[in-house]
């Protein structure tokens, strides 16, 4: 069932959109070649932490860690360790944050270094095909629309979608109805109405969109080894569009001192 939130539950998933935001901006000096993704994640548990909040993917139907860690040619799921990022890696960053019950949840792709221009192309395109899908979010349309959107955005610039992972509803648990896919026929999927809130997230590829699950039955590669990328906001429905969730707090602290 899709769940309508109230202002009171919209204003507290909003807190922790805003802690991942913040968690976001505050990772990002550290994202350079030299240091690992471990290193990362203890800095990220930390930070969301010390704002009140919880880690929203630890222990997750048993993920082991509060980043998801994704370089190169991992898609998602991508699990911390002592890999060392390298000049030249892209990572994808998930990130969730709980606070006192409702979720937040933004993934966002870096460039360690000086990147490729296919790295520089994937990023670009991905993060643009984010902004495309949620341009059609208002009540009335469907979530058809989102992912035709994406989709057409996608194919526009010879970029392969994938198809088993898709974005969703978000709430008192970080993945709620209804299923967000990155492809899809306008006019068809659930109606969006105001104060629903999902997470939109495109994870395309620089070649095939085909997927494989590594061997610790987390990580998702692309299974010719290209390049992947992926970017997501959480988001409510309002009376005439979106709000993000995961950005910076209307008119509110912002952690930035």
């Known amino acids: 069932m899709i769940s309508i939130k109230s202002e009171r539950e919209i204003e507290l998933l909003a807190i922790a959109g ?38 929203s993917f630890l222990g997750y139907e048993g993920f082991p860690n509060t980043l998801c860690t994704s370089i190169n040619s991992e898609v998602v799921h991508g699990i911390p360790d002592n890999r060392k ?21 933004s993934a966002w792709t870096y460039a360690v270094g000086e990147i490729s221009e296919d790295a520089k192309y994937i990023m670009e ?37 994938v198809r088993e992972l898709v974005g969703h509803g978000v709430g008192t648990t970080v993945h709620e109805e209804p299923d967000v896919p990155n492809y899809g026929t306008r006019g068809t999927g659930p109606i969006l109405k105001e104060g629903m809130v999902i997470a939109v997230e495109p994870m395309l590829t620089l070649g095939s969109p085909e997927i494989v699950i590594l061997d610790n ?17 959480t988001i409510a429905v309002t009376k005439d569009g979106y709000r993000i969730l995961t950005g910076p707090l209307e008119g509110g602290d912002n952690g930035k001192e």
């Open 125 to 161: 395109h991905t993060e643009k095909s984010l902004f495309v899908g949620l341009n059609e979010i208002k009540p009335g349309k469907r979530i058809g629309d989102i992912g035709a959107a994406i989709e057409e955005y996608a194919k526009k610039y010879k970029l392969g979608v």
């Open 217 to 233: 039955d987390w990580t998702i590669e692309t299974e010719d080894y290209s390049l992947s990328a992926h970017f997501e906001h």
């Open 18 to 55: 805003n802690v991942v935001y913040q968690t976001h901006q505050y990772l990002k000096p550290f994202v350079k070649a030299g240091i690992t993704t471990l290193e990362l994640d203890k800095l990220a548990e930390d930070f969301i932490r010390s704002k009140g909040c919880t880690p």
């Open 85 to 105: 990022l390298k000049n030249g890696d892209i990572i994808s960053i998930d990130i969730g944050a709980c606070y006192k019950g409702y979720h937040g949840d």
